[in-house]
């Protein structure tokens, strides 16, 4: 059973940093392509950020673009999300997922408060 687990999750003060990890199991994770989406309080998901697993290529939402980096660790079959400049509205609940035909797997968050 494919599983993902995310953490470094907490909270930051506004221009601040942190780095999520999310370590998957259950897969060949050099095979996939990741993501990170968020969910805010009381709000759905939005899809912030692809690596994909062939040649590494990355996106982002224009939201996060120039200050979040997302990477992976294939021998370690980890994926990451680097967080810069950090801002109130980036307080949220961030999953790793999975790509398949859609983001078929996902693991059960890790919390971001940025907050004075």
């Known amino acids: 059973e494919v599983q993902l687990v995310e953490s470094g999750g907490g909270m930051v003060q506004p221009g601040g940093s942190l780095r999520l990890s999310c370590i998957a199991s259950?897969?060949?994770?050099?095979?996939?392509?990741m993501s990170w989406v968020r969910q805010a309080p009381g709000k759905g998901p939005q899809w912030i950020s692809t690596i994909k697993s062939s040649d590494g290529s990355t996106y982002y939402a224009d939201s996060v673009k120039g200050r979040f980096t997302i990477s992976r660790d294939n021998a370690k079959n980890t994926l990451y999300l680097q967080m810069n400049s950090l801002k109130p509205e980036d307080t949220a609940l961030y999953y790793c997922?999975?790509?398949?035909?859609?983001?078929?797997?996902w693991g059960q968050g890790t919390l971001v408060t940025v907050s004075s």
């Open positions: 259950g897969l060949t994770f050099s095979n996939y392509a």
């Open positions: 997922a999975k790509w398949g035909d859609t983001l078929d797997a």
